[in-house]
């Protein structure tokens, strides 16, 4: 059986409890009076103690809450002043970029005209900021601007990223270093292009040593022919290895590398070397002086044809020199000019490339069976007829250019202006 214990605090509460439960079922305890107050005093205690505890927790919640917003409010003003700093940082930061993007942007036009001028007169560039990153945008012929990579071709785009190079080179160098090395910078660059990167080495930048790499021999040529380099100062790399490194040997004259093989008694190697040499210098001179090659469907041309085809543009060019000089009433022009058609006419003469049409016994194809005795003279006479386009002061290859000024004319000059016929 179980009891139900309660504890009563008054006569009247335990009657009413027997009366609702029975007496054997009901175990009263009467607190007493002092019993009754200490449990309501424990009570109390009990719920001021839970408030103290509560209190207490909440004072360090309190304290926490404090620093935390005295935080809050440094983060705040620091992050106010870095925002300010920032601000003004990248306001001073575009400031000085932008002028630095307008002078290296003057400069790029500037040289890419260079080299472009014949189809390009009007080129323009846009240099911007987006962000961290820098926006370089063309014009392409006038029809808007774009990345440079979307229209224009790969020739253009190497002779801008030259352009460029030199624009930057220009304003962070200066005159600190004078050196500018150039590593196979032309490889998608045509003739015509090449040619005028020669003259902007030459006009825009002459104070400046260059140290160009390239194995490209065309090219190489251009840069003696066209005065930038000296034959002295070209080095050709013959080989290379991991233990010895690149083989090298100074590039000598072809002459000179002729009379070495006249000099073994090898004219068959004098011969080819003549040959060659001599075909790819009459066919930078035929670009030169615009002259009329014969057009070959086949596109194979020989010595011969870019020879007799130079020959003539010389020889009418130094006509009209002459013409105009006398007109114009320049007897001493005229008397040099007169000296020369008479040389000319002499070295044309006994280097006998006229003949090979008519005679083909005479023909370079034939030197190869020459002794050294009989190819000596063609050898000599090859260097005067080479000597006729080429000014001895600069050795620069004569060229067909436009004199400056307001009523420009057709000129025939070097690079120095030594030598200057006008052929207009």
């Not at 058609?341 to 370079?364: D, P």
Request: a negative charge; hydrophobic letters at 35%; one cysteine or more.
């Amino acid at each position: 059986m179980k009891i139900l214990s309660l504890e009563i605090k008054n006569i009247r509460g335990i009657k009413y409890m027997q009366n609702i439960f029975g007496a054997p079922f009901l175990e009263i305890k009467m607190l007493t009076p002092l019993e009754n107050v200490l449990k309501q005093i424990g009570e109390k205690l009990s719920q001021q103690q839970t408030a103290w505890d509560t209190l207490t927790k909440m004072e360090d919640q309190w304290k926490r809450y404090q620093e935390a917003s005295r935080e809050k409010e440094m983060c705040e003003i620091l992050k106010n002043r870095a925002e300010a700093t920032l601000g003004h940082f990248e306001g001073a930061r575009d400031s000085i970029l932008e002028n630095i993007y307008d002078a290296v942007k003057k400069n790029f036009e500037e040289y890419y005209k260079v080299i472009h001028s014949d189809d390009e007169s009007e080129f323009v560039s846009k240099i911007t900021q987006l962000g961290a990153e820098l926006n370089l945008e063309v014009d392409f012929y006038q029809r808007g601007m774009f990345p440079p990579h979307a229209l224009h071709s790969e020739g253009h785009q190497d002779s801008m990223g030259l352009c460029l190079f030199f624009a930057l080179n220009n304003y962070l160098i200066q005159d600190a270093i004078k050196v500018i090395v150039l590593d196979d910078v032309i490889m998608s660059i045509d003739r015509t292009h090449r040619r005028a990167i020669c003259q902007l080495l030459k006009k825009v930048f002459p104070d400046k040593q260059y140290i160009i790499t390239t194995h490209d021999n065309a090219w190489a040529k251009q840069l003696r022919t066209e005065g930038v380099v000296t034959q002295k100062n070209m080095i050709h790399f013959a080989n290379w290895n991991i233990d010895t490194g690149p083989i090298f040997e100074l590039e000598k004259d072809v002459f000179d590398r002729i009379k070495e093989d006249l000099d073994k008694n090898d004219v068959p190697a004098a011969a080819h070397r003549l040959r060659r040499n001599a075909e790819c210098f009459f066919e930078n001179v035929c670009d030169f002086l615009m002259a009329d090659v014969p057009y070959k469907g086949h596109h194979q041309w020989e010595l011969g044809d870019f020879a007799l085809a130079a020959i003539s543009a010389y020889k009418g060019y130094l006509k009209k020199a002459k013409s105009n000089s006398q007109k114009m009433g320049q007897p001493e022009k005229f008397k040099e000019l007169e000296q020369l058609e008479r040389k000319a006419t002499e070295t044309i003469s006994r280097s006998q490339i006229e003949q090979w049409v008519i005679n083909a016994n005479v023909h370079y194809n034939k030197w190869d069976e020459f002794t050294k005795n009989d190819f000596e003279p063609v050898v000599n006479a090859f260097k005067d007829l080479f000597d006729l386009f080429t000014c001895s002061s600069c050795g620069t290859t004569i060229s067909r250019t436009q004199s400056k000024g307001p009523t420009p004319k057709d000129i025939v000059s070097c690079g120095c202006g030594k030598i200057f016929w006008n052929i207009q």
